[in-house]
């Protein structure tokens, strides 16, 4: 249990704030490029020489998780899943016939369940997308519960070394809860198939804060974590954000745990893996030491992106489908959220792009020392300081110097290193370099603990 000093750390800091899986925050965009200027900082990247990622967003779920805080569809309806899958073709078509070929250094396939597809459809996306090129690297998302054989061997064959299982919690109770049934052994098939195929890498979602978990649950469902040794674990704390997500409100109704029960949640988790010998990587990451996440996080090279923590990270990222965003290194873009209208401005012969955000070399500075904070869990400080205004640069000393004496950091001149005490808020700590936050309201975020 965490000690009363703990308690008021938590207490003290658990507040609303971004995950910071880009700088600025979604919800801070502004100075959206048009399509010919996105198109422009894609075609400048291309020109440089840098590598490309696709990001693939497939929607479709058949039913809801309550938790959930993904964009998707609930759905049975598989003819819309065809049509889809059209305009996803279609949209990628559309960036090469306006940016010429795109060299791929990997694709991620998320959703929502990419495995909604049937096989077949599955393999149409993929064989379109890649053409006759091997992919490098090829990540997935899936759902243990629809996913068959048949699907993994068309992702095996199509070169899916990483494979992110679904599993949130193996305690029954927990699993009523939020709507999930998925007996153990249903996972235990799926990992022994994928093993049995050479998978290279397998990832297991886990989250904290949800109805019913307990030290004791969290405990239990670690012990057949256990014993299916995945390479990599998320181990997301549940974001609430009902007034968002408006299917999270009947949680609160079974009873969320507190931030404290939450953290001990996390703690216990973090006990056991680290027993097994998982290295905890930046926020929420924690990885065997054979696996490339951990090689890349020894190496000062791991990377944070929409997609959560990677070894692999191009200078450009291109997001197809509804919701999915894109990030050319000078500016982000989303493309538009909803299904039909996603599809219909597609099929117009446009990219789907609602909005984004332009980044100023200010933007860039804090971007890097927030990726240094998150992948590195140290950074120096001294450019970004030098990029801020005197008022700024005054209130992020004074929050540093209180984080000092809380025993969540050391700063040292402009080198700044988060102590073991201080991983918990290492959220807390990027934020008080963001500019954004103190002229909004704070009904946008999760909360940090
Ligand atoms: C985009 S989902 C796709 C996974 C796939 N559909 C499945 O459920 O198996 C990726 C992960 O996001 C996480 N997630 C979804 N909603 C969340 C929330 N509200 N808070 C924290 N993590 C969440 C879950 O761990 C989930 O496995
Ligand atoms: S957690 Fe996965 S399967 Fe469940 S609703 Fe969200 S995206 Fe769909």
Not at 77 to 100: F, H, P, T
Not at 204 to 227: A, H, M
Not at 371 to 376: E, G, K
Request: aromatic share 8%.
């Amino acid at each position: 249990m965490p000690m009363i000093n703990d308690q008021l750390l938590i207490q003290k800091y658990d507040r609303p704030g971004p995950r910071y899986t880009s700088y600025p925050a979604h919800p801070h965009w502004k100075q959206s490029p048009s399509q010919s200027e996105w198109l422009e900082q894609v075609l400048l990247r291309k020109e440089l020489g840098a590598n490309f990622d696709l990001y693939v967003h497939i929607p479709f779920c058949s039913s809801l998780c309550i938790y959930c805080g993904c964009s998707r569809v609930i759905t049975k309806d598989m003819e819309l899943a065809s049509r889809y899958v059209d305009s996803l073709i279609k949209e990628w078509n559309l960036y090469q016939e306006k940016c010429g070929p795109i060299s791929l250094s990997s694709i991620h396939l998320g959703g929502g369940t990419p495995t909604f597809l049937e096989p077949s459809l599955l393999s149409k996306l993929i064989t379109s997308i890649k053409g006759n090129k091997d992919i490098s690297w090829g990540a997935v998302e899936v759902d243990p519960r629809v996913t068959t054989k048949e699907h993994c061997d068309v992702l095996i064959r199509n070169g899916f070394q990483k494979f992110s299982l679904g599993i949130q919690d193996f305690d029954p109770v927990v699993q009523k809860n939020i709507n999930r049934k998925q007996p153990y052994e249903m996972v235990e098939d799926m990992v022994s198939y994928l093993r049995d195929n050479g998978v290279e890498s397998i990832n297991f979602d886990i989250i904290y804060g949800l109805p019913g978990q307990s030290v004791e649950t969290i405990k239990s469902t670690f012990e057949k974590v256990e014993k299916l040794k995945p390479d990599t674990i998320a181990f997301y704390s549940y974001a609430h954000v009902p007034w968002k997500i408006k299917s999270q409100k009947a949680l609160e109704k079974i009873g969320l745990p507190k931030a404290e029960e939450k953290r001990d949640l996390y703690e216990e988790g973090k006990r056991y893996l680290e027993k097994l010998g998982y290295a905890e990587l930046g926020m929420d990451h924690f990885s065997l030491k054979d696996d490339q996440l951990y090689h890349a996080y020894e190496k000062g090279e791991l990377k944070r992106s929409f997609m959560g923590y990677t070894s692999k990270k191009g200078e450009c990222l291109i997001g197809l489908g509804c919701s999915s965003i894109s990030s050319s290194g000078l500016g982000y873009v989303q493309n538009e959220k909803d299904v039909t209208a996603y599809m219909n401005t597609v099929n117009s012969g446009n990219l789907p792009l609602i909005y984004g955000h332009t980044m100023s070399q200010q933007d860039k500075m804090i971007d890097q020392t927030i990726q240094d904070l998150m992948c590195q869990g140290k950074t120096d400080l001294e450019r970004v300081l030098n990029s801020l205004d005197d008022n700024h640069v005054n209130n992020i000393r004074n929050t540093y110097n209180e984080m000092m004496s809380d025993g969540l950091l050391n700063l040292e001149k402009s080198n700044l290193e988060i102590l073991e005490k201080g991983k918990p808020f290492v959220r807390n700590i990027c934020m008080a370099l963001d500019p954004n936050l103190k002229i909004k309201s704070e009904n946008q975020f999760s909360r940090t603990i």
